[in-house]
Each structure stands twice: as C-alpha cells, then as structure tokens.
C-alpha cells in the first residue's frame, strides 16, 4: 500500500515556464515533507522541505506548497532550467525518535531548452 | 569531505552466493540508513541505525543483515541473494534522527543477482 504516491511518472516543460511537480498521501500521521531530487547515476539530495503546520515554503526558484486537507503536496519551479532535468521525489515522515522517510515513486522532469 | 561512500558500484552476483556492501560517513553523523530503489517503487527503508550498536528493521528488512559497530561505518550483507534482491542501495546518513535534518545519500550501488 503506497502511502506517498506520486502519479505523474513524467513531465515536460519548456524552459523559463513553471514546473509543478505533484504528490497526494494518505497517512495523515505524515507530520513533515521533503522533496529530494536525482541525478542519473547518483544518489538523491535533499530540496526544500515544509513542515505540516505550514502551507507554503519557498527557496529561490523552488516552493513547495502543502494542503493538508486534501493530502497533497505540490513542488513549483520557477522559472524551470534544464539542469533541473532529474528525478524528483516526494517524501514523508512521522515523528519519533527515527528518520523514517516514506517516499514516492518519483516523477521524471524534463525542461526543454 | 567525501560525505556518504558507497562500494562497490555495481555488482553481479549468483543466487545463492553472499556479499557485503559496505558505506561509510565522514560527516561524524549518528543516524545511517540503508534503502533500495526499484523502479515504481520509489525508495525503500531497509535497515536503520541511531548510533553505534543499535540497528532496527525498516520497511523491506528481510534477506539482509546490519551492524553498527562504529560511528562511521554501516555495512549491508546478503547472506543469500535471490533475484529479487536486484535493485539499486542507497545508504543515507544524517547528524540526528531529527524531522528536520537533512539525510545525505551516497551515489549507490547497481546489484544484480542472477
């Protein structure tokens, strides 16, 4: 039972537009939010995260916005480069003594030049 | 700082036969995960450690072995590997097993088991 689930596989964006990367979950436990990103041939490294008791967060050209009620998450780009062409991956994470990450299936970003 | 080692690369294996993937930490970081990525499966938690000498089970335990017998050093083993097994490791490491610390991954390692 995927509890983090991340439905659009891919996605293509002309570059200099936004990008919006999409991520619904089901346990409402989820207390804090983390997108990563991948790079072929590597591991992934942390983005932008935003805690539950927030809706919005914001670094440079990345927010990540948060609607509790619906369970969803969505990551904004802008404006979108090419080299933000990766894997991007959502993950959750209920508190506890642990870092117990739940992530997504990921959604491949291409930006077209 | 190198960060999160990972070794070997990739590795081809026999069902049956056994191996060792090893990680190590220089970022002197308590907290280590190990984790497989299949592909529509997005990452998986395998093994966790909080510190030298305590490891728990995550998500996907089963057919895999950890210790923790320093800071810096957090080895997966197969001790039979299965087909099933094929699929990319990462092992993650962060300062404390806090919500709001950043976990670092190593570049990973490709294990295929025929």
């Known amino acids: 039972d995927q509890q983090v689930k991340q439905n659009s596989p891919s996605l293509s964006v002309q570059e200099g537009r936004i990008s919006i990367l999409n991520c619904d979950y089901t346990?409402?436990?989820?207390?804090?939010f983390l997108w990563y990103k991948k790079y072929p041939a590597e591991g992934p490294t942390f983005l932008i995260s935003i805690s539950s008791i927030k809706d919005k967060n914001e670094d440079g050209r990345f927010t990540v916005f948060l609607n509790k009620s619906a369970k969803h998450l969505s990551l904004h780009i802008v404006p979108s480069q090419p080299g933000d062409s990766a894997v991007y991956f959502c993950?959750?994470?209920?508190?506890?003594?642990?870092?117990?990450?739940?992530f997504g299936t990921g959604t491949l970003l291409a930006v077209q030049p | 700082n190198a960060g999160v080692t990972q070794t070997p690369k990739f590795q081809v294996l026999k069902t049956g036969q056994s191996m060792t993937l090893q990680c190590a930490q220089d970022?002197?970081?308590?907290?280590m995960s190990w984790y497989r990525q299949d592909p529509g499966m997005g990452l998986r938690l395998i093994h966790y450690?909080?510190?030298?000498?305590?490891?728990d089970q995550g998500e996907v335990p089963n057919g895999y072995n950890v210790s923790r017998s320093t800071t810096e050093d957090f080895p997966l083993r197969l001790l039979s590997a299965a087909p099933s097994q094929t699929s990319v490791y990462f092992c993650a490491s962060s300062y404390q097993p806090g919500s709001t610390d950043t976990q670092y991954f190593g570049p990973g390692t490709r294990l295929t088991v025929l």
């Open positions: 993950a959750a994470l209920y508190g506890g003594a642990t870092n117990k990450l739940i």
């Open positions: 346990n409402s436990m989820f207390d804090y």
């Open positions: 970022m002197n970081h308590e907290y």
């Open positions: 450690s909080v510190g030298a000498g305590i490891t």
